[in-house]
């Protein structure tokens, strides 16, 4: 297999009350498995404005390499407030370039190639991106990993959406609150996180299932064994992009045919430091130590 792994979705900025940062669950994945040594591919759409423009200068200082669109929709943003302990709240601005996105000749092309990809819901809430990512997913090869980051936001989803997404899937990443918010749509909550994910993962034929529990530790529920690993205690600035850096470092060593034991370490240990740092693409890897064996 190559080695381009894909982020498709959102992508936008995250505007704090002192400053605006790169964002969108996708970009940031893609970012963190371009700094692991992959060729990581933001794939998403801009608006032809300002914002947009500078999304485009942002990644190209960043090295990440990119298919976006430029749409007659404004570039997304999103308003960020953080909480006493660094927990993120949104507020999700619609109807932007990224619900947008075309399905383009070069995007098929980009697909067919890829050998990882990850998407969620929230790019899924309008039916233009929803399509584009149904169509994306249908073409890239059998042997593509796609990693469904369930990543739920304010009323962003649907039982709907999240079942037609988990039929496709073959790693789902969850977190806590959002395991809930699944056990109770398919009527699991009278069964604990542990057997909520081995029931989704029976029902929906998942090689792998993914539960992070902030500083309660986090699992990995795979065929061959079910892996935890505790939170280290860091300095936590706050926890954005968190959840998307786990999810890229695992897949990056899982790609590269570690173990789940040694892909959910590294997964921790990627996680816990960009929690040390500001925004959801800090540079905190040196691509020379993380190079994919061939």
């Known amino acids: 297999m190559n080695n381009i792994i ?3 979705g959102e992508i936008l900025w995250d505007l704090f009350s002192d400053q605006k940062v790169l ?3 996708p970009a940031n994945f893609a970012y ?3 700094q692991l040594g992959y060729e990581g591919y933001a794939v998403s759409a801009i608006g032809n404005d300002p914002l947009g423009s500078e999304i485009i200068s942002s990644l190209k200082e960043k090295n990440l390499k990119y298919m976006i669109e430029t749409t007659d929709y404004p570039t997304g943003i999103v308003n960020v407030t953080l909480n006493d302990k660094g927990i993120p709240q949104y507020e999700i601005v619609e109807n932007v370039a990224w619900d947008n996105i075309p399905f383009t000749k070069k995007i098929v092309d980009l697909a067919k190639s890829t ?3 990850c998407f969620g819901t929230l790019a899924q809430r309008s039916v233009s991106s929803r399509k584009t990512i149904r169509e994306f997913l249908n073409s890239v090869p059998n042997n ?4 469904f980051d369930i990543n739920l936001r304010q009323h962003f989803y649907s039982k709907n959406i999240i079942d037609e997404s988990l039929k496709i899937t073959n ?3 969850s977190n806590d609150d959002e395991l809930k918010i699944v056990a109770d749509l398919y009527n699991l909550n009278d069964l604990s996180e542990q057997h909520v994910c081995l029931r989704l993962k029976e029902q929906f034929s998942l090689d ?4 992070t529990k902030g500083t309660d530790g ?3 529920f795979s065929n061959e064994e079910i892996s935890f690993q505790p939170t280290p205690k860091v300095n936590v600035v706050d926890t954005v992009g968190a959840g998307d850096s786990f999810t890229a470092a695992f897949t990056a060593a899982y790609l590269n045919g570690k173990s789940i034991r040694e892909a959910h370490l590294s997964a921790v240990n990627v996680s816990a430091s960009v929690c040390q740092h500001h925004g959801g693409m800090p540079n905190i890897f040196s691509q020379a130590h993380h190079t994919p064996s061939k």
Do not use: P
């Not at 593509?144 to 990693?147: L, M, T």
């Not at 792998?208 to 539960?211: G, Y």
């Open 32 to 34: 963190h498995v371009s």
């Open 23 to 25: 964002g969108g669950a």
């Open 208 to 211: 792998i299932i993914i539960l």
């Open 218 to 220: 986090s699992f990995v």
């Open 115 to 117: 050998s990882a990809v």
């Open 144 to 147: 593509c990993i796609k990693i």
């Open 6 to 8: 894909v982020g498709l």
């Open 171 to 173: 790693i789902l990443k």
